[in-house]
């Protein structure tokens, strides 16, 4: 057993071995450590199936470090105090992170560690671990900085790591929700949390799904097989971005004779070129998950959301059969395809308007692939409260039409529909002979649908003829506008965007 003092490399939200850039820094004298803090559980944001995900990805992590040699240290707390007594107990002076952007919480506790760690004589050293770059100046170049960090060569998993005494007080098994305390939140048909898992989305998704990726991901039916389901293992880092997209060029090579796959493994490097682009801005501005991007908009809607038309929105019982669907359907499995997912956040704030701070928890509780950089920025966006993206307000009942044209899908997710006939199925209410037999199974429409939607819109393009709304805009712009095509606007091009005039009703394009 070597004498050398361990590095303490503390997992977070990169529960893998393979292309850990901070686990290949430390060195092979480590100490693998995860903290189950409680306290982060607690937050509105946080679920049980986010809690039952994660469990599974650390077990496959255990799996694996064991297999090097060196079992991972599990403890339950909080971070600062768990932190220094391994540090006491192992004689640790030096440690080893990735960087993190996650909610307003770890944020405030990554500061806490920092302090700790200064005050205590440990060097604390994070290691950038994907194209999110810290302390970015500006978005100039920030486009070559991370192609450069994609382009770099993936780094192996450690051979072996060198056994180190088992630590004692390490947890033998991890705790289950109600050891959490964490609600009941049943999600039968969520992603599965292992390693194994992650390897197999990936290999079906280069070698038979994503044929049809770029012309099926946007309806529900088509989208879940479709899609390449990586997000839950993008999410907690038991893949890096960087083994995706070099995996995904191999699999592009693979398929040159293909216009197909070649066609839907380039929309797909433009997707995760959107995730790097979105968590950026979180990185940049941690401000946005609970303030509006442009402040103009901080007294739109009411703060205090109506309660009624919350609880229907999130049960899927608000009488739109689209919307009741797709929501019914992320409740079941913790996932949803994109589109619906802009839906049913424009939904919610346009039609139903509700204060974003309100329906944005709701949403992410419900993902098991929550990634705040990614959900905080879509959840503004989709609201209209950036200032610097086209208004986009979804007609849910033409979305159905378009993406569940023969209600396969709304009648397996509302079952007590399933006596509609298929005139009326987008639009129960329309149905006259049998609105006795529905008013018991199913409800009316919470709002009138064309009436609060051109409400909305009335209030939203008001607000844009402010004086000063266009001189802030720019700034939003200029801060957070991407400076390559493929991923957010370009600065110019977001400030057109504001000026337009109307959507028409109708609009359904989404704005990417």
Same mark, same amino acid.
């Not at 060569?153 to 964490?182: C, K, N």
């Not at 898992?197 to 994503?210: D, I, P, S």
């Given at each position: ?86 540090c006491r107990a192992h004689g640790i002076t030096r440690m080893f992170s990735h960087e993190e952007t996650g909610n307003a919480w770890t944020y405030s506790r990554d500061r806490r560690v920092a302090d700790w760690a200064r005050g205590n004589g440990v060097e604390w050293r994070e290691v950038p671990q994907s194209g999110v770059v810290r302390r970015l100046p500006g978005r100039d170049g920030w486009q070559g900085l991370r192609t450069r960090f994609l382009r770099a060569p993936v780094l192996d998993a450690p051979q072996a !790591? @060198? ?7 390490? /947890? %033998?098994?991890? $705790? ?5 305390? =964490?609600? #009941? ?86 997707? !995760? @070129? ?7 801005? /979180? %990185?940049?501005? $941690? ?5 509006? =991007?442009? #402040? ?217």
């Amino acid at each position: 057993m070597s004498q050398t003092p361990p590095v303490l490399v503390w997992f977070k939200r990169d529960l893998r071995i393979a292309d850990h850039p901070a686990l290949v820094a430390a060195g092979p004298y480590v100490l693998p450590v995860y903290i189950i803090e409680p306290d982060y559980w607690a937050l509105p944001d946080t679920s049980a199936r986010q809690w039952a995900f994660t469990a599974e990805a650390l077990d496959s992590l255990r799996c694996d470090l064991e297999a090097l040699g060196q079992p991972l240290i599990l403890r339950k707390g909080e971070a600062v105090t768990e932190l220094a007594r391994l540090c006491r107990a192992h004689g640790i002076t030096r440690m080893f992170s990735h960087e993190e952007t996650g909610n307003a919480w770890t944020y405030s506790r990554d500061r806490r560690v920092a302090d700790w760690a200064r005050g205590n004589g440990v060097e604390w050293r994070e290691v950038p671990q994907s194209g999110v770059v810290r302390r970015l100046p500006g978005r100039d170049g920030w486009q070559g900085l991370r192609t450069r960090f994609l382009r770099a060569p993936v780094l192996d998993a450690p051979q072996a !790591l @060198a056994p180190l005494a088992r630590d004692t007080s390490t /947890l %033998e098994r991890l $705790p289950d929700a109600r050891g959490l305390r =964490l609600r #009941p939140d049943p999600c039968p048909h969520r992603q599965t949390g292992s390693r194994a898992a992650a390897e197999q989305a990936l290999a079906g998704f280069l070698t038979t799904r994503g044929a049809r990726y770029r012309v099926a991901m946007s309806s529900p039916l088509t989208a879940e097989r479709a899609c390449s389901r990586l997000s839950p293992y993008l999410a907690l880092g038991m893949m890096s971005v960087r083994q995706v997209e070099q995996t995904r060029a191999a699999a592009r090579a693979a398929h040159a004779g293909a216009p197909d796959w070649q066609a839907s493994l380039n929309s797909f490097a433009k997707r !995760l @070129a959107w995730r790097d682009h979105f968590i950026q801005k /979180l %990185e940049d501005e $941690p401000e946005l998950e609970w303030r509006c =991007l442009h #402040p103009a908009h901080e007294t739109l809607r009411p703060r205090e959301s109506d309660a009624a038309r919350l609880r229907a929105w999130e049960l899927g019982e608000t009488g739109v059969p689209f919307v009741d669907a797709c929501m019914r359907y992320l409740r079941a499995t913790g996932w949803l395809n994109f589109r619906m997912r802009a839906m049913l956040m424009s939904f919610a704030s346009y039609h139903l308007w509700l204060d974003w701070r309100s329906t944005g928890p709701i949403l992410a509780r419900l993902f098991t692939d929550y990634e705040p950089g990614i959900h905080w920025s879509q959840v503004q966006m989709q609201s209209g409260t950036t200032g610097i993206n086209t208004i986009r307000i979804y007609n849910p009942v033409k979305q159905g039409h378009d993406q569940d044209p023969s209600g396969q899908f709304i009648r397996k997710w509302l079952p007590e529909l399933a006596h509609v006939p298929a005139a009326h199925l987008h639009r129960p209410w329309t149905w006259t002979e049998g609105a006795g037999a529905l008013q018991s199974r199913y409800p009316a429409p919470v709002v009138d649908l064309a009436q609060a939607g051109a409400a909305a819109r009335d209030a939203l393009w008001s607000l844009r003829q402010q004086a000063g709304f266009h001189d802030v805009a720019r700034a939003v712009a200029h801060k957070h506008g991407s400076r390559a095509s493929g991923n957010d606007r370009s600065s110019a091009a977001t400030i057109r965007a504001v000026r337009r005039k109307h959507a028409h009703p109708d609009q359904l394009s989404l704005d990417l």
